[in-house]
């Protein structure tokens, strides 16, 4: 069905090509497309395999990361100087944080929990960090707020949820829900944001508020 090689075909000829210049006809490129598929149809289970596995691996590997962060004795935990596996995840989760926040588009976001009275009638709210990602799933804040003070950018983490938060009390406001909003700020940003103070108020004059 395929004529013999009857031209020399250089290594670098693509795919299909190749084969209708080594046979003289269409006949080899035929071939070679039929070779490419059936080799895709066997490959691909054994890829659809290994990834699975190095998604459980990757898993496995975050279930580590934070059982070092979440220890019950209260030690301080460095994660960013280790060479391993936990030490790799940390630094890319928090270079995903850094790159995040210095483009002011960050893989979490706020959301809110309601504060009502005894008659359920909704007052304020707390905002809340929440992170889902697409291999690990909801990442915990506590994992966020490590990763960010052993990277020294609770600041920068601090001044996005304080700007955020307010940002969608305006809107609240707007929309004629006159309620109340608790943002969490960090004694690390407490202590050592000069700038704290100002932000806030710049903030609040933005908005409004």
């Known amino acids: 069905l395929v004529s013999n090689i009857v031209n020399h075909v250089d290594w670098t000829s693509p795919v299909l090509i190749s084969g209708y210049i080594g046979t003289g006809g269409f006949s080899g490129s035929i071939l ?26 990757k898993i496995s590997t975050y279930n580590k ?8 004795d209260g030690r301080k935990i460095q994660v960013l100087n280790r060479h391993d596996d936990v030490g790799i995840l940390a630094y890319e989760l928090l270079q995903d944080i850094k790159e995040g926040l210095d483009s002011q588009s960050p893989p979490f976001h706020l959301e809110y929990q309601a504060k009502t009275t005894y008659e359920g009638k909704i007052f304020g709210a707390e905002a809340l960090l929440r992170w889902d990602h697409t291999i690990y799933g909801e990442i915990s804040p506590l994992l966020i707020v490590h990763l960010c003070e052993e990277g020294k950018i609770t600041n920068q983490l601090g ?19 006159k309620i109340l909003l608790s943002i969490n700020v960090s004694p690390i940003q407490l202590m050592s944001d000069d700038n704290l103070m100002e932000t806030l108020k710049t903030s609040l004059a933005e908005n409004c508020i």
């Not at 054994?46 to 190095?54: A, E, G, H, P, T």
């Not at 934070?66 to 220890?71: D, G, M, R």
């Open 32 to 57: 070679q497309a039929f070779n490419l598929i059936i080799s895709i149809l066997i490959y691909v289970p054994f890829v659809k395999l290994q990834m699975q596995d190095q998604e459980k691996d």
């Open 65 to 72: 990361l934070f059982a070092e962060v979440n220890n019950k």
């Open 159 to 177: 001044r996005w949820v304080l700007q955020q938060g307010l940002d969608n009390l305006h809107t609240w406001h707007d929309m004629g829900h």
